[in-house]
Nanobody, 115 residues
């Protein structure tokens, strides 16, 4: 059974940093991503990474966010390092893992950027 477990969200001041983690187990995945949804807005892509390490970023986060992944004991963990955070980065962040047959989603973690 596939499980995606997210952690790392919270409250941070503008200009601060946070690192989100998503531990994925129980499946074979070919790509991972982080999406976000702000209040009253549609869910949007923040960043993706393939098994080969190719990355893709939304223009709004380029140069500030970095996606990566690590492997340990049968679990893949996807990370999103977020630097120079802005109030407009406030959203629920969702981890996404793509297998051959379907997408899987994490439960979401709240990121709030406010002074």
């Amino acid at each position: 059974q596939v499980q995606l477990v997210e952690s790392g969200g919270g409250l941070v001041q503008p200009g601060g940093s946070l690192r989100l983690s998503c531990a994925a187990s129980g499946g074979i995945f070919r790509a991972w991503g982080w999406f976000r949804q702000a209040p009253g807005k549609q869910r949007e892509l923040a960043a993706t990474i393939s098994t080969g390490g190719s990355t893709n970023y939304a223009d709004s986060v380029k140069g500030r966010f970095t996606i990566s992944r690590g492997y340990a004991k049968g679990t893949v963990t996807a990370y999103l390092q977020m630097n120079s955070l802005k109030p407009e980065d406030t959203a629920v962040y969702y981890c996404n893992a793509v297998s051959i047959t379907r997408d899987y989603w994490g439960q979401g973690t709240q990121v709030t950027v406010s002074s």
